[in-house]
């Protein structure tokens, strides 16, 4: 194993250790003296875990390390980091208005089969799946790791709804990009070769 995939492996581990300080966080605001060690030992674990995401890119393209199983391992890492952070901070209880709405992951989630979805259909009707990234799924995912951020970070100048508000928004949108490019998809590979 080359070090790029060691650290996107090391990421995924992160994951748990991330979710049980959240969670542990959680249950001392339950419990009415929330211990600000658990939230900021999650913010720390989040924060290296979404750094070593950079890290393992640079270091693959450094060293020349860009492997088949780095490349199907570091998007599973990252869905998993944000996927469990987001169910991880809407089913907690986090003080004030700092708890993402239930149906917020829900959205990211359906999203997310729908790209599934659409990358099987392409495959299975065309044969051959192209990935391109769009600028709405990066600027989605800026905006979802920022949201996540907020409610960690317990930001107050604005309400928590305003960045989910956001991200949302382009969470949507990325959703109908990876619609639109399916079908150009599906379209190009049915029409008739000349």
Known sequence: MNPANAITIARILLIPVFTGL??????????GGPDEK???AAVAVFLTASLSDWLDGWVAR?????????SMLDPV???ALVLAALLT???????????????????????????????????????????????TGKVSTV??????AWVMLRLTWLPT???????????????????VDCSVQIR???????
């Open 143 to 148: 905006a979802l790791l920022t949201t996540l």
């Open 62 to 70: 450094r060293y020349h390390l860009q492997s088949r199983l780095g």
């Open 89 to 135: 901070l809407s089913l907690t209880t986090w003080p004030g208005d700092h708890q993402l709405p239930m149906w917020f992951p829900i959205l990211v989630i359906g999203k997310d089969i729908l790209s599934f979805g659409g990358a099987w259909l392409i495959h299975h009707s065309v044969g051959r799946v192209i990935i391109r990234p769009h600028w």
């Open 161 to 179: 709804i305003v960045p989910v508000m956001v991200a949302s928004v382009f969470v949507v949108a990325s959703g109908i990009a990876y619609i």
């Open 188 to 194: 190009a590979g049915a029409a008739p070769s000349r």
């Open 22 to 31: 959240a969670v542990a966080y959680g249950r001392s605001v339950e419990a």
């Open 77 to 79: 890492a990252d869905k």
């Open 38 to 40: 658990y939230r900021w």
